[in-house]
C-alpha cells in the first residue's frame, strides 16, 4: 500500500510503501462500529444515581380513604405510580457498561479504519514531527502551513516539547501508536503518522 509522504508545506513529496496487513485490510463498517461503541462504552463511568421508592422524600400518610373516593387504591406518595414517587428500577452508581472485544477483532477493526483512511486521502506519512521548544504558536504555525485544522498526530515519540505545544490545540491530538483509539481515527479530518511509527502499527496490528 503506497501512501503519501508529506513535506513540510503539506504537499506530496513521494510516495511511501506501508504494510498491507495494516493499510490495505477490506472495510467492515459491522465491526468498526462495534468497536467505536465498546471504546465510548467502556469509557463511560457509572456516575447516575436514581431513587427508588425507599429513598425519595415522602409522607407515610394514606393520601385518602381505601373507598368510596373512585380512585385506585394507594398507601403512599412514594409509589412509583404517582409523580414524584421513586423508580422502579433505578439506575445506580455500580452501574457497569463495559463492553468485551477480543484482541483479533480489535486489531482488525483498527486495521479496517487506517486502511479506509488511506483510501478517503485521510491519512498520510511524515518524516518526523520535532520542535526545538514547547511553543503551541510553532505547531499552530507549522500545521497552519500545511493546510491542516483538524489533524491528528500518530508519532513513534512523543517527547516533552511536542505535548506541551500540542496540548492546547482543540483540533488537534498528538499521540504514541499505542494511544490511538479508533473513536480519533474516525473523528479527525486529517491523520498524520511518522515513519518510525508505522513500524510500531505493524507491530500492533498487523
Request: no cysteine; charged share 25%; glycine share 6%.
Amino acid at each position: 500500500m503506497q501512501l503519501e509522504l508529506l513535506n513540510d508545506q503539506g504537499q506530496a513529496a513521494s510516495k511511501f510503501e506501508a504494510p498491507e496487513t495494516v493499510f490495505g485490510r477490506e472495510y467492515n463498517e459491522d465491526l468498526v462500529h462495534q468497536i467505536v461503541v465498546a471504546y465510548q462504552a467502556n469509557a463511560r463511568q457509572g456516575t447516575r444515581a436514581q431513587k427508588d421508592r425507599e429513598q425519595v422524600r415522602h409522607s407515610t400518610k394514606k393520601p385518602f380513604k381505601q373507598k368510596g373516593t373512585g380512585n385506585a387504591r394507594a398507601g403512599m406518595t412514594s409509589s412509583p405510580l404517582w409523580r414524584g414517587g421513586g423508580r422502579i428500577f433505578p439506575n445506580l452508581p455500580e452501574e457497569n457498561f463495559t463492553q468485551k472485544i477480543n484482541k483479533k477483532m480489535y486489531r482488525a477493526g483498527m486495521s479496517a479504519i487506517l486502511s479506509q483512511l488511506a483510501r478517503e486521502g485521510r491519512l498520510a506519512v511524515v518524516d518526523s514531527l520535532k520542535l526545538e521548544s514547547p511553543k503551541t504558536k510553532v505547531l499552530a504555525d507549522k500545521f497552519k502551513a500545511m493546510n491542516l485544522q483538524s489533524v491528528m498526530v500518530i508519532a513513534d515519540e512523543v517527547d516533552e516539547n511536542l505535548y506541551l505545544a500540542s496540548r492546547n490545540l482543540v483540533n488537534v491530538l498528538v499521540v504514541e501508536p499505542r494511544y490511538a483509539d479508533p473513536v480519533s481515527l474516525v473523528r479527525f479530518k486529517k491523520v498524520l503518522v511518522t515513519k518510525g511509527a508505522i513500524d510500531k502499527l505493524k507491530e500492533m496490528f498487523a
